[in-house]
Each structure stands twice: as structure tokens, then as C-alpha cells.
């Protein structure tokens, strides 16, 4: 079982960074992918980045990745979305995830992890 807690979120004006942080109650976090998810109201929710034990991340196509960075600290148990240039459009609860790093299954699908956190909301005021 693994548990997630995140926090960092809050209201930001445009233009403004946050960084989201995520710990895992977990004794291997390494064996663990884990990712950032955002749902907006009316919206589905929608891939941001995805991150395996070796550090490497993986963003949906488009510019998000020119503005957020994921990034983990294996000894934390934590991992962490840099967000930059935040726009209002960025607004919505940001959900962590993680799936065993063995799982099938796309980095970007909301079915692919098993593990949620309870999310945090990130406000961007124009």
C-alpha cells in the first residue's frame, strides 16, 4: 500500500512558481514510477509529467515542459513539480500518482496508477 501526500499548492498571481511536493509513504520508493496530474473544474484530468527511479521525466507533447520540471529525491521519498510562469489557464487540483515501475501501461493515463494522493489546488489569478 502505498500512501501520498501532497502539498504546495495555493493562489499565485500570473507569471509567478510554485513547487508542488509529493511524499510517498513507501519502503521502496524506488520501485515506484510516479507522476503529476491536474484536473480542472468540467475537465477531465490531464497528464503532466512522469517520473521513474532514474530521474529521467517524461511531459505530454506541447509547451508544459518548457515552464514545469519533475524531479525526485529517492532518499525523501518525495517528488516535486517546479512550476514557472504560471498562467491562469494552470488552475486547477494537481494530483500526484505512482504505479510499480513494472506495470504496463502509458506514463500519461490516469488508469495506469493505482496510487493517488488527495490533491492540492493551485489558483493562478490573471
Known amino acids: 500500500q502505498v500512501q501520498l501526500r501532497e502539498s504546495g ?4 498571481q500570473a507569471g509567478g512558481s510554485l513547487r508542488l511536493s509529493c511524499v510517498a509513504s513507501v519502503r521502496t520508493f ?19 509529467a512522469a517520473m521513474y527511479w532514474s530521474g529521467t521525466g517524461t511531459y505530454p507533447p506541447g509547451s ?12 525523501k521519498n518525495t ?17 500526484c500518482a505512482a504505479r510499480d515501475s513494472d506495470s504496463s501501461g502509458s506514463d500519461a493515463q490516469v488508469r495506469s496508477y493505482e496510487y ?7 489558483t493562478v489569478s490573471s
Do not use: C, H
Not at 515542459?65 to 529525491?73: E, L, N, Q
Not at 493517488?116 to 493551485?122: F, I, K, S
Open 9 to 12: 499548492g495555493g493562489l499565485v
Open 30 to 48: 524506488t520501485n515506484y514510477a510516479v507522476a503529476w496530474f491536474r484536473q480542472a473544474p468540467g475537465k477531465e484530468r490531464e497528464f503532466v
Open 116 to 122: 493517488w494522493g488527495q490533491g492540492t489546488q493551485v
Open 64 to 75: 508544459l515542459k518548457d515552464r514545469f520540471a519533475i524531479s525526485r529525491d529517492n532518499a
Open 79 to 95: 517528488v516535486y513539480l517546479q512550476m514557472n510562469s504560471l498562467k491562469p489557464e494552470d488552475t486547477a487540483v494537481y494530483y
